[in-house]
């Protein structure tokens, strides 16, 4: 190996998760790498737009509760949430918004000095705290990144991780990566936190960056761990429509547009969500995603449009972000209606993790996108998802402090680390098979073609690259998503199956969940993880 670094705590990422969990393991007194493959802020966190939903009890709609608040996540999960997962991460929401405070973010306020709320698809109350209109995540990745600049904690920039090491115990103790010149190095570490956010790069239209390909996943998966709900990839409903399709990462037209009054409405100017959903416009995103790809194919027109001319010209200060956004297209949101499509946005799946970050593996925790915690379901609520990373991230960095306290971790070196050789598919017949066969509506027929095209065009090569890894990564996940979306032979949630249109709740309220044998195949446990209402 060229190279080699060491840590107590190894983070995995930079987006909120994992910059929250570095933050909080240094307080603890951990000593903590970072690394990031591309820069810093390259991640998902900086495109988030809609804000953070958390109920504080100091600052409230009348009515409002944190009762409520997991009544609306269970409800938007579609009977998959784990209610203890729910109750205790929204139950730390509070708590970990002032931390981020702290650390310097700034929110906007109302005219009464309180945090402005605003209201997104599936609450029932105004509780979606945000920042410059609809640049939350921006600023929540400016203030935790530079509370790690100043706090001097380490940042590996334009460093990949190509995989995990373990020990003799098969605990985790480090990772074989690559810096920007591809040479190989060993970060030795016997806690690593996978905070890699999420998966959309394994469809040609997403929300996502280009950093978001999956790796946590294959990482884990790898290494031993198990994933679960993979199938439940929440397409966004509104991205901005350009001529030709949607393609490569698509500006989003945030939820919160919605929120202060913006309907959709289809060519010929008909309301979509009337008669769909109680919440019409502000339906969980798996029925106005269904809804707008319904009415898309009943006009024979790919798109629909969001009216949101009965803001008026406050849109622009509200919605900076999407307003130059539709500018940059030749289009003006405050006199005219904005052309809107569905892109892969959020898993709801990953890694199986405990709400403090544990994962089956030892050594091993995950927090964020990649993560798998019981919170989000068959469909994430709303602005749920940086709160996660907020919670999680800080619970997990406490879990890997206590894991050391008690010697459960493993802090032997690992053996001789070799560059693995992994099946790789070209990114661009992935991407559009991923599109074609295991978008919003999908059957058996469907997926066993794009398990079939998949499988023909895969081909073994050394992982040497940045991009090799994540064409691995890329692969795998998609293998493991399309079992896991053959399986459930049922309709729940963001996983819609035209040849099983119903949800079957006496067979399938439960999670896929899936790990690699021995000899790298994939294998379906044999139960799952139950989800009840208790």
């Given at each position: 190996m060229s190279w080699e670094a060491g840590a107590d705590l190894l983070v995995v990422g930079t987006g909120v998760a994992g910059l929250t969990a570095a933050l909080r393991a240094r307080e603890l007194g951990l000593r903590v790498l970072v690394v990031s493959k591309d820069s810093a802020s390259a991640g998902n966190t900086s495109w988030a737009q809609g804000g953070i939903a958390v109920v504080r009890p100091d600052e409230l709609d009348p009515g409002d509760s944190l009762r409520k608040h997991v009544e609306d996540t269970l409800t938007a999960g579609a009977g998959l949430c784990s209610r203890p997962a729910v109750r205790d991460i929204l139950a730390d929401g509070a708590e970990a918004i002032a931390r981020l405070r702290a650390a310097g973010a700034r929110f906007d306020l109302g005219a009464d000095g309180e945090l402005a709320r605003t209201r997104e698809g599936g609450h029932s109350a105004f509780r979606v705290i945000h920042s410059g209109g609809d640049a939350t995540g921006a600023e929540v990745q400016r203030a935790l990144s530079e509370a790690v600049r100043g706090g001097g904690i380490p940042v590996l920039e334009q460093h990949c991780v190509v995989e995990l090491l373990r020990g003799d115990s098969g605990a985790v103790v480090g990772a074989l990566a690559m810096d920007s010149q591809s040479r190989p190095g060993v970060l030795h570490a016997p806690a690593v936190l996978l905070a890699t956010g999420g998966l959309g790069q394994l469809y040609a239209a997403t929300t996502n960056p280009e950093v978001s390909t999956a790796d946590g996943i294959a990482l884990a998966l790898r290494s031993g761990a198990s994933v679960a709900d993979l199938e439940f990839v929440q397409f966004h409903p509104t991205v901005l429509y350009t001529p030709g399709g949607p393609r490569g990462r698509r500006p989003l037209i945030t939820e919160a547009v919605r929120g202060e009054g913006a309907v959709l409405v289809d060519v010929h100017g008909r309301r979509v969500m009337e008669?769909?959903?109680?919440?019409?416009?502000?339906?969980?995103?798996?029925?106005?995603?269904?809804?707008?790809?319904?009415?898309?194919?009943?006009?024979?027109?790919?798109?629909?449009?969001?009216?949101?001319?009965?803001?008026?010209?406050?849109?622009?200060?509200?919605f900076p972000t999407v307003y130059a956004a539709c500018q940059a297209a030749g289009i003006d949101p405050v006199r005219e209606p904005i052309p809107v499509a569905s892109a892969a946005h959020y898993s709801c799946g990953g890694v199986v993790s405990s709400v403090d970050g544990r994962t089956t593996v030892t050594g091993l925790y995950a927090a964020g996108e990649v993560a798998c915690t019981g919170l989000h379901g068959a469909n994430r609520l709303a602005s749920n998802s940086l709160l996660e990373g907020l919670v999680v991230g800080g619970r997990a960095a406490e879990a890997v402090a206590k894991d050391l306290c008690c010697g459960l971790l493993n802090r032997k070196a690992p053996g001789a680390a070799v560059q693995p050789a992994m099946a790789v598919v070209d990114r661009d017949l992935l991407q559009r098979t991923m599109s074609r066969y295991v978008g919003i509506g999908r059957d058996d027929e469907g997926l066993a073609e794009a398990t079939r095209i998949l499988d023909r065009a895969a081909i073994v090569r050394p992982l040497r690259t940045r991009q090799a890894v994540e064409d691995s990564s890329l692969a795998l996940t998609a293998q493991a998503l399309l079992a896991a979306a053959r399986q459930r032979a049922e309709s729940r949630g963001c996983h819609r199956r035209t040849d099983f249109p119903d949800t079957d709740d006496l067979r399938w309220r439960r999670s896929t969940v899936l790990r690699l044998d021995a000899s790298g195949f994939l294998i379906h446990t044999a139960a799952g993880i139950v989800r009840t209402a208790a």
């Open positions: 008669g769909e959903h109680p919440l019409a416009d502000l339906a969980p995103r798996d029925v106005v995603s269904a809804a707008i790809n319904k009415r898309a194919a009943e006009t024979g027109v790919e798109h629909v449009f969001l009216d949101a001319t009965s803001i008026g010209p406050g849109f622009v200060e509200r």
